[in-house]
């Protein structure tokens, strides 16, 4: 979840109304140029620095360590900001070593790091760490250290894009504090190994706040505990892997109701954590948890954490897929805000922030990229399974107009994919033009059956794993059984949407792929008249006889691609 809504924009009339099979190529070219009226925040991309590729690559200071337990310990003072805590980590040492890398940003501080009771000397660079080991670290073993710090952390400017604490009030004036740190890091908060590419197989997230407050994280609820202080301490305990920047706080003056789920690998708990006087506008909104559970798991396979249950838990920002404890502040609206990022009217028809990030509990959560570099995995899968859903409420038909809508949020101003190892992402474009990538893969596959087998086999292969890019892609192509590889590199790692031109003359059709990468070859289906016809450009011409004229000749929008006839 990192994107950002300004401004409405009118709806395109009728659009509902039109047949897949007779939109015109017109609407599905000015989808592929024109700019959106959504702007996500302006990012400005500086050149990379030291503090970059130590945030951003497996350097070797991290490398030798593979961490297996997070014991997270923070007490939360609203008075004045700040945070204090511990956290022990649990590591496998891979290979002998003598520094470790622990992150934490500025302006917070660690205290102190110990291992077996013993004081260990670091240095600090930039944002992170280096604490020199004093025992052998030898292969195989387990170990542990644990990391004492303190602080300010940084306040969130615009959660959750620009995230950080919020120190918040609900509208009765009760404090009321989120964490939202995805690309930020974790270590905004609480010191870590900050890389997506390990998670501790299991986490204890124990969280302190005073009285008057309920903190709501990841996971299922241990104990309450009422200490001398007038604080209480909520202990969490995720008996799953998760990645660090899922590691949520909310706590607030919230209500709290449950419910079950009948799914497919059996009975999932449900916990609602509104605000407490938002509880009943939230038991009217969120009934379409049920229904999109039931969507989701048939495409995409059941959902990833039993174990740990669903939970929904409202936040003073927009929300964030935080694992099993999804951050809900859409403000009980349909739509995003209330509006449609499809520019139809299909978004209307349900909670935007219920579908997009619950969905990234299979994608982000459950399947994470080790490089945010690759972040179009989750947010391009979370962009598609919204027409997913479109299409599980209203059919096949709306859950494709839904995807073919969104092109126009579109700029295509920088590659999807950014540069490895400098925790950079890429170009917001990775949400729309991810999910109409991964729908025009549908239409390559052209089998609904099989593209939901290669859904659930994602999930199956890729369970509570971390991944590249590359490995996903690797994966489609060979359950399709069709070599991908270019449509993957035409539509992330470049700029350029294909362009099929083409010339009609008589009954025969002559046409190539242009504005495309080199070797491009990606199948599309046309139509003249009212039948179909399956073509395979190249970038060298070809002509195909008719059995018609091929004068009405048109491409069919659900690819996305623009067409342009030649006269030559």
Same mark, same amino acid.
């Given at each position: ?16 109304h ?58 939360i ?40 009771r ?16 004093l ?6 073993? @387990? ?6 710090? @303190? ?17 918040s ?28 590419a ?27 505990t ?14 799953s ?56 798991e ?39 805000? %209330? ?76 590659p999807?994919?950014?540069?490895y ?17 991964? @729908? ?65 003359? %008589? ?5 190539k ?30 002509t ?25």
């Amino acid at each position: 979840m990192r994107r950002e809504s300004s401004s409405r924009r009118f709806l395109l009339m009728r659009l509902t109304h039109l047949s897949l099979l007779t939109l015109p190529l017109a609407f599905s070219t000015a989808c592929a140029q024109t700019t959106t009226t959504h702007p996500r925040p302006q990012q400005t991309v500086a050149p990379p620095t030291h503090a970059d590729s130590l945030r951003g690559s497996i350097t070797p200071e991290r490398a030798w360590w593979d961490v297996t337990f997070y014991d997270l310990h923070t007490r939360i003072s609203p008075a004045d900001s700040s945070i204090s805590g511990y956290v022990g980590i649990t590591y496998k040492v891979l290979a002998p070593a003598r520094e470790m890398q622990i992150d934490l940003q500025l302006p917070m501080v660690i205290d102190s790091i110990k291992q077996n009771r013993r004081i260990l000397n670091f240095r600090r660079d930039s944002n992170a760490f280096f604490a020199s080991m004093l025992e052998s670290q030898k292969i195989g073993a @387990h170990m542990a250290v644990t990391v004492y710090y @303190h602080g300010k952390p940084r306040a969130a400017i615009r959660p959750p894009w620009d995230g950080g604490y919020s120190w918040s009030v609900d509208s009765l004036g009760n404090r009321w504090i989120a964490t939202s740190n995805q690309g930020l890091g974790a270590s905004v908060w609480w010191p870590n190994k900050d890389t997506q590419a390990d998670e501790p197989d299991s986490q204890r997230v124990a969280i302190s706040v005073p009285d008057s407050m309920i903190d709501v994280s990841n996971g299922r609820l241990r104990s309450t505990t009422h200490n001398s202080d007038g604080t209480t301490t909520y202990e969490w305990f995720v008996a799953s892997p998760i990645n660090n920047y899922d590691v949520a706080v909310n706590a607030g003056n919230y209500a709290h109701y449950t419910e079950t789920y009948a799914g497919e690998a059996g009975e999932l708990t449900l916990d609602f954590w509104p605000l407490a006087y938002h509880l009943d506008a939230a038991k009217k909104q969120w009934e379409q948890v049920k229904p999109m559970l039931a969507c989701f798991e048939h495409w995409f396979g059941p959902y990833p954490w039993y174990i740990d249950g669903y939970k929904l838990v409202e936040a003073p920002h927009l929300g964030m897929e935080h694992q099993s404890a999804v951050a809900y502040g859409n403000g009980f609206k349909n739509g995003y805000r %209330g509006t449609d990022r499809s520019h139809t009217g299909l978004g209307l028809g349900w909670d935007f922030i219920i579908i997009h990030e619950s969905a990234h509990e299979w994608f982000g959560n459950s399947i994470t990229t080790k490089d945010i570099s690759d972040s179009w995995v989750h947010e391009g899968f979370a962009n598609y399974a919204e027409s997913i859903y479109t299409e599980c409420q209203q059919g096949k038909e709306k859950g494709a107009l839904y995807a073919i809508g969104e092109r126009a949020n579109i700029k295509n101003d920088a590659p999807v994919v950014a540069e490895y190892g400098l925790n950079r992402e890429g170009s917001g474009d990775m949400y729309e033009k991810g999910g109409n990538m991964l @729908h025009t893969i549908r239409q390559i596959v052209g089998d609904d059956e099989k593209w939901r087998s290669i859904l659930r086999g994602l999930s199956k292969t890729f369970y509570h794993q971390t991944v590249t890019g590359a490995q996903v892609e690797e994966y489609i192509s060979r359950q399709a059984g069709i070599d991908l590889s270019k449509v993957f590199a035409q539509y992330l790692t470049t700029t350029k949407i294909p362009v099929l031109e083409y010339r009609s003359k %008589g009954k025969s059709l002559t046409y190539k792929w242009t504005n495309v990468v080199l070797g491009f070859d990606m199948p599309v289906r046309g139509f003249v008249g009212d039948s179909a016809l399956m073509l395979r450009p190249t970038t060298s011409a070809q002509t195909k006889k008719l059995a018609v004229a091929a004068g009405s000749f048109r491409v069919d929008s659900n690819y996305y691609v623009t067409a342009h006839q030649s006269e030559r």
